[in-house]
């Protein structure tokens, strides 16, 4: 897959909607909420908008883990989805929950998704028309999938595995990488979860792939920030919910098409909870400056800590 079959442009998406029937056959743009949380943006949704809320939607309703095949069918076939539309996902929170709804569809095997560059922030600075009204879609028979595609997922047993022996990825802010913290700038700390960083994890935050405006940085920008990763070896991602780990493995494996890279979505609300589990704080022993060897090589004003 290229760059123009994963990325849309909020222009592009203002062009489709100013035609004449406003939709265009087998494309649905949905939009991923997490608890009714749009990420600040103003009241409404995109015209002709889905919405699906990332906790009450996506996740089951009892155990800490994705809702299962058959919720999933059913879910996409209540919210008029089938199994051949091209799905465009947008958020806010720099598409964060999009990019854990294409991860979590791409999970299910569906085939066509997209993400709408700049996500609900970039939206909303073109300008772009915003409703209070939920789109009317038909009801269809979404096919149940045969299972999950366990090889974009990461379980805790990758996570150990990988330490001093495989890429780990943290790309939480740098707070949270050197244990001042176990959650972004902000936010409540989490109960009962330890601070720090996996044992050998590097630290390469999520947000090292978009421009100031939420959109994607360009095929050479991004090469050039994750260069330092070995495209040969297996990578893991983590973050502390899975949201931004979702995003930097949309960098990594559809946008830079690294073959070997899973998302970790037990993320560190598992990880860091695990009795035992190799965490330390600090910094890497490695790299200029106590800093660690992948954010080294990036110009100082890329290593500025953000969420």
């Known amino acids: 897959m290229t760059r123009d079959t ?20 087998g494309l649905v743009l949905v939009e991923i909420t997490d608890g009714g949380n749009d990420g600040g943006g103003r009241e409404g949704r995109i015209p002709g908008a889905v919405r ?25 076939g209540r919210h008029g989805i089938g199994a051949d ?22 999970l299910y095997g569906h085939r066509e998704l997209r993400i709408l560059d700049g996500g609900r922030a970039r939206w909303e600075a073109i300008g772009g028309a915003l409703t209070r009204e939920a789109p009317e879609r038909p009801a269809t028979r979404y096919p149940v999938p045969a299972g999950a595609d366990e090889s974009i ?26 244990g001042q913290s176990n959650t972004p700038p902000g936010v409540p700390e989490d109960v009962g979860v330890r601070c720090g960083h996996a044992l050998s994890a590097e630290h390469l935050p999520w947000h090292t792939a978009i421009h100031p405006d939420g959109t994607f940085r360009d095929d050479e920008e991004l090469r050039a920030a994750y260069g330092a990763l070995p495209a040969d070896r297996a990578t893991v991602v983590y973050c502390r919910v899975g949201w931004r780990s979702a995003h930097s493995w949309f960098v990594l494996h559809e946008l830079l098409g690294l073959s070997d890279v899973r998302n970790y979505d037990g993320a560190w609300r598992e990880f860091g909870s695990l ?3 190799p965490i330390v704080n600090g910094p890497q022993p490695w790299g200029p400056d106590g800093i660690p060897s992948i954010v080294a090589q ?5 290593v500025t800590a953000r969420a």
């Open 52 to 76: 699906l809320d990332w906790t009450g939607d996506l996740q089951d309703p009892v155990r800490r883990d994705v809702i299962g095949p058959e919720a999933f069918a059913e879910l996409l």
């Open 153 to 178: 997922r990461a379980r805790r047993e990758d996570v150990l595995d990988h330490i001093g022996r495989r890429t780990l990825l943290d790309v939480r802010s740098l707070e949270e990488y050197l």
């Open 6 to 25: 994963l990325l849309v442009s909020t222009e592009a998406l203002q062009d489709h909607l100013r035609q004449p029937a406003g939709t265009v056959p």
């Open 298 to 302: 990036r110009a100082p004003s890329e």
């Open 275 to 277: 009795i035992g589990a």
């Open 85 to 106: 539309d091209t799905v465009v996902f947008y958020s806010g929170n720099n598409n964060w929950w999009a990019a854990a709804g294409y991860w979590q569809f791409r």
